[in-house]
């Protein structure tokens, strides 16, 4: 395990974690950010205390407000913490705060006393090595409320591309790719945005090269749909994928340039 994304505070108010770059822009989870609301928005709701948690914003606070109005579309209720390792990346978000949205000193150990319904974590991981995720997952997943869910995940700087893993309280539990349709020319572009669990398991013989290298046919076999648009080339190509991967969304996400597929069918071997 790297000393890097666990390591011991030196004293009980030292975060854990390493400062990440920081870089942000305005709307650049909003495909992570519109998924969370249609697929977890019903827990909280359920939530007698919607909580969730943007854990490492950057060095400007817009994905923690964006994040508290989408939620609130599903959940008119949720609040929503942002939380930094940068105290000063803290102090300059404060100005932002409003009823339902806060900003916090921590890291993964992530410091509040209710235990979130939703911790999302976008491009946090990608500057630790491979080794520490499981770790930081499970540090995670363990701060969840009972009907929690993790997100944690990588997109480029203007969200067009994104792949994020979704966890319970249990573990990992599906991987989800989303794009910008119009810009891209095949599936396996997606790979570049993998997040740091399987970004170096795009190699021959692992099961996430696999299904790009199976997404990439289905992607050629639908050409044909092109002439309809890119969203109904994907859709076909998704419906041909299903046959022999364990795709497990349907169609409306489908629409958005989507597709979730089970963590089993794509986790790294030996992990």
Not at 58 to 74: H, I, N, Q, S
Not at 156 to 185: C, K, M, N, Y
Not at 228 to 247: C, F, K, M, N, T
Request: aromatic content about 8%.
């Amino acid at each position: 395990m790297s000393s890097r994304a666990l390591r011991t505070p030196s004293s009980a108010a030292r975060p854990v974690g390493t400062v990440t770059r920081g870089t942000t822009n305005p709307n650049r989870l909003r495909r992570m950010d519109r998924w969370i609301a249609a697929a977890h928005g019903a827990a909280l709701r359920r939530a007698a205390d919607p909580l969730a948690v943007d854990l490492g914003y950057g060095a400007a606070p817009w994905t923690a407000v964006e994040l508290l109005l989408r939620l609130r579309t599903a959940a008119p209720h949720a609040r929503v913490v942002g939380i930094e390792i940068d105290p000063a990346r803290v102090a300059a978000a404060r100005p932002y705060e409003r009823e339902g949205l806060s900003f916090r000193h921590g890291g993964f150990e992530v410091p509040l006393p209710a235990r979130p319904v939703l911790i999302r974590a976008a491009n946090v991981l990608r500057q630790y090595d491979e080794g520490d995720v499981g770790a930081v997952w499970e540090r995670l997943c363990a701060r969840l409320a009972p009907d929690g869910l993790l997100v944690e995940g990588t997109c480029d700087e203007i969200g067009r591309r994104h792949v994020w893993v979704a966890l319970g309280p249990e573990g990992p539990r599906t991987v989800t790719f989303a794009a910008r349709l119009a810009s891209l020319e095949r599936p396996s572009d997606l790979a570049e945005r993998l997040p740091k669990a399987l970004i170096h398991r795009n190699v021959p013989g692992e099961p996430v090269h696999a299904f790009l290298r199976d997404f990439d046919r289905a992607w050629a076999a639908a050409a044909p749909y092109a002439s309809y648009g890119a969203r109904q080339r994907w859709i076909r190509a998704v419906r041909d994928l299903r046959a022999d991967w364990p795709v497990v969304d349907r169609g409306t996400r489908w629409r958005q340039g989507e597709v979730t597929v089970r963590w089993e069918a794509l986790a790294p071997r030996g992990a």
